[in-house]
């Protein structure tokens, strides 16, 4: 049962636009939630996050928005960069005593163009 | 300082021949996190310790896998009589403590069982 999903596995955006990434989660329990950017032959990289408690965090050319009502949040990146290509996972969380282990969507390839 | 390293940074071994992965988390970090990425899937969590106990093992897929944490700092993920199907990219994270969301991961070890 996948409980984050990012159902587009590719997005392809032209240097200065707008770039939107989707995530969509089901368990009603994760409190917050995260966006990592991964590039070939490295680890995810955190990007930007978010709490239940809001519905927006920005943070220079990167804001996070959360629908709780939906259970959906976007990734927006503008303006996007050449080097913003990457794969871009979704990660939510819930806090338990077991810690804070992250649940990973599936991923989407961002690729930015000249 | 240094972040999260891991090593090997690549494994080939052959089917049935038990492997070690080793990671060392951010000094001073308490939290530590077991995932593995097998081909186009997400970030699937495995383990989590704090210090050097681990209350969260509910991601070890078989009782093939297993971890071990020494002195709060280095940790070891073991799996014995390898499976084609545990070919994947094994991660390790950190953060500061049970509480801190954002984690911190390593470039990962990749592990290929022929």
Redesign the interface.
Known sequence: DQQ?K?NSPSLSVQEGRISILNCDYTNSMFD?F?W?KKYP??????LI?ISSIKDKNEDGRFTVFLNKSAKHLSLHIVPSQPGDSAVY?C?A?A?????????????TQLKVEL | GAG?SQSPSNKVTEKGKDVELRCDPISGHT?L?W?RQSL??????LI?F?GNSA??K??LPSDRFSAERTGGSVSTLTIQRTQQEDSAVY?C?S?RD???????????TRLTVT
């Open positions: 984050v990012q917050y995260l990592y032959a490295e680890g995810p990289t955190f996050s996972f990660a969380s806090l338990t005593g077991g810690g804070n282990k992250l649940t990973f969507g599936t991923g | 999260v939290a996190y995932y186009g899937q997400g970030l699937e969590f989590y704090q209350p969260d509910s991601g991660l994270a953060s049970r509480g801190s969301y954002e984690q911190y991961f390593g470039p990962g």
